[in-house]
C-alpha cells in the first residue's frame, strides 16, 4: 500500500533514466465531432469526418453525445474522491498482483509493479462493468454512491457505443450493424489518477501504447496530460467541456483491414495538479473470428491480417517484453 502514491509521494521510487519524455509537443489537435445532427452537420457529413479522425489521428473526441453531462461530472468527482479515501479504505481492493482474482483491483504504477523498469506516478483502480447487476456489488463502497453513479454511468455509456461504432461503420461504407454485431458484452473501466508530480521529467503517468480492444472511451478531468503520437511528434489531446474521447483500438484497425488506425498515446503528469481518466475498454465478442471486413477487401486491397479470435491476440499483447514491438506484426498475412 505505500506505493500508491495517492497515499503518499514514494518520490525516491523513481528511476530517472527514462528517456520515454522526448518532446516537442505539438499544438495540432484532435478533431472534435458535434453528434447533434440537429444542431450541425448531417449524418452523413458527421460519419465522414469521424472516419477523416480515425485515419488521421485514431482519436477523436464527441460532444453532444446523449450521456447527461451532470452524470459525467458526478462520476469523475466519485473517482476522485475514491483516491482521496484514507489508505485503510483503498486497501481491500490492494494488489500488485497482475492474475489477481479479485473482481475490482486498485493498482500502483502498471500491473506489474515489481518488475517494470520505471515505476509510473500513477493509481489505477479497475473493474467489470458486464453483468453490472453482478459487477457492482464488487465496486467500492466508498464514497457514498459511486456504486449507483458509476452504474449509471457504465450503463449510458455502454448505450452510446453502437451508435458511435454505427457512424464509423458508415464511414467505411460497411452494412448497418457491421460493428455492433462484433462487439462482446464485457467491457470494463480503468481508472487513473496522477497525483502532481514532483519531477514530471522523471517519469510518466502511463506509457506509451495503442489499446489491444475494439473500441475505448475515455473521460477525462479539465487537466492536460493525454498525448498522441503523430507524424514523429506527442500531441496534446486537451481536454473539452462534456466530451469524450474516442480512439480506436487495435481490433477496429484489424476490422477495417487497416483503413483506421489505432494509434500510440502515453499519459504525462504535471508537478502542480492531479489529474483523473477513465478509459473504458469495449471488447470484440470472444466466440467470433477477427479479420477484416469482406467488404473492404478486394484485389486492390488484399487482407492485411489473418483471421483469429480475441484470446489469441490478448496473450499474445500480454506477453509483449518491449514496448517497442509491433503487437500486429503475429497477426499481419
Ligand atoms: O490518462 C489518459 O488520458 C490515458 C489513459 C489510457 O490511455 C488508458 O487507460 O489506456
Ligand atoms: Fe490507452
Given at each position: 500500500?505505500?506505493?500508491?502514491i495517492?497515499?503518499?509521494n514514494?518520490m525516491?521510487?523513481l ?106 506516478w ?73 497525483p502532481p508530480c514532483p519531477d514530471p521529467s522523471l ?66 503528469t504535471?508537478s ?62
Amino acid at each position: 500500500m505505500e506505493k500508491l502514491i495517492s497515499n503518499n509521494n514514494p518520490m525516491e521510487k523513481l528511476i530517472s533514466n527514462n528517456n520515454q519524455l522526448q518532446r516537442p509537443l505539438s499544438r495540432g489537435f484532435v478533431p472534435v465531432i458535434d453528434l447533434d445532427e440537429t444542431a450541425g452537420d448531417s449524418r452523413a457529413v458527421i460519419s465522414q469526418k469521424i472516419l477523416k479522425a480515425c485515419q488521421e489521428f485514431g482519436f477523436f473526441q464527441v460532444i453532444n453525445h446523449g450521456v447527461p453531462e451532470d452524470l459525467m461530472k458526478d462520476t469523475m468527482s466519485m473517482f476522485k474522491e475514491f483516491f482521496d479515501l484514507p489508505a485503510e479504505d483503498k486497501a481491500i481492493f490492494y494488489t500488485e498482483d497482475a492474475r489477481s482474482k479479485k473482481h475490482c483491483t486498485l493498482y500502483p504504477s502498471s500491473m506489474i509493479y515489481a518488475t517494470e523498469d520505471v515505476h509510473l506516478w500513477r493509481d489505477n483502480l479497475k473493474h467489470n462493468c458486464h453483468p453490472l447487476e453482478k459487477c457492482i456489488l464488487e465496486w467500492p463502497e466508498k464514497p457514498t454512491g459511486y456504486r449507483q453513479v458509476v452504474g449509471s454511468y457504465a450503463a449510458e455509456v455502454t448505450k452510446m457505443v453502437p451508435r458511435i461504432l454505427e457512424l464509423i461503420g458508415e464511414g467505411l461504407g460497411l452494412e448497418s450493424g457491421y460493428f455492433e454485431s462484433k462487439l462482446g458484452e464485457v467491457s470494463s473501466l480503468s481508472v487513473n489518477h496522477y497525483p502532481p508530480c514532483p519531477d514530471p521529467s522523471l517519469t510518466l503517468g502511463l506509457s506509451k501504447h495503442c489499446d489491444p480492444n475494439l473500441v475505448t472511451i475515455l473521460l477525462q478531468d479539465d487537466v492536460c496530460g493525454l498525448q498522441i503520437f503523430k507524424d514523429n511528434e506527442w500531441i496534446g489531446v486537451d481536454p473539452v467541456p462534456n466530451a469524450f474521447v474516442v480512439n480506436i483500438g487495435y481490433q477496429l484497425q484489424i476490422m477495417s483491414n487497416n483503413k483506421l488506425k489505432s494509434v500510440e498515446h502515453r499519459a504525462v503528469t504535471n508537478s502542480r495538479t492531479a489529474r483523473t481518466s477513465a478509459a473504458f475498454f469495449f471488447n470484440p465478442r470472444d466466440d467470433i473470428m477477427i479479420e477484416p471486413a469482406e467488404v473492404l477487401v478486394n484485389a486492390s486491397n488484399p487482407p492485411v491480417f489473418r483471421a483469429f479470435q480475441y484470446i489469441e491476440f490478448l496473450r499474445n499483447y500480454m506477453t509483449k517484453t518491449d514496448i517497442n514491438d509491433d503487437a500486429l506484426e503475429h497477426f499481419k498475412l
